[in-house]
């Protein structure tokens, strides 16, 4: 991906937007992508200053999915998607973690980027597309900390694309 992405010269494009305030939710090999360490590697972008290692808990095989709380992003405990995942293995001083599991952090954000090393949109839930659209300032009449799925207007998106 990052190969890619110098060819196509979308990395200086990407690394630009972010400087003009662009804001970047990257999963699994996104979060790789924009982290500032890669463990055994150059860095990719550099966008959120994290370390994270690739494969973190082995090969396909070690995929799995599971449930977690996350309070920050939905009072419901979120379904959990790991393909091939990587950990984030330790975080800089302006970036908050929003889920610990165990020896490893899935999930952490500073002001404009947004890591998960876990897929999200594999899910039902749209928690996390939810809180991104928010951070991003879009529906901010909806607050998506206190907004469990069956609250939530699936249709609400739309009104707010046709007025832009």
């Keep these: 991906l990052s190969r890619l992405l110098r060819i196509f ?22 979060a790789i992508l924009l ?16 370390e ?19 309070p920050s992003i939905s009072p419901d405990p979120l379904p959990l998607v790991f393909i091939r995942a990587p950990k984030i293995r330790k975080v800089g ?3 908050d ?10 999930a952490v954000e500073d002001s404009r980027v947004l890591i998960t090393v876990f897929h999200p949109e594999l899910t039902e839930s749209l928690a996390f597309h939810r809180y991104f659209a928010a951070k991003c300032g879009l529906n901010p009449a ?23």
């Design 93 to 95: 001083a302006n970036v």
């Design 35 to 50: 982290a500032s360490t890669v463990t055994g590697e150059s860095a990719h972008l550099g966008l959120i200053d994290m």
């Design 142 to 164: 909806v607050n998506t900390r206190s907004c469990s799925e069956q609250q939530w207007n699936y249709d609400s998106w739309t009104r707010l694309a046709r007025s832009v």
């Design 97 to 106: 973690i929003l889920l610990q599991m165990g020896d490893f952090i899935a």
């Design 52 to 70: 994270i290692e690739r494969n973190g808990f082995g090969s396909q095989l070690d995929s799995f999915s599971c449930e977690s709380s996350i």
């Design 9 to 30: 010269r979308f990395h200086e494009a990407i690394v630009a937007a972010h400087g003009r305030g662009l804001k970047i939710w990257g999963t699994c090999a996104g």
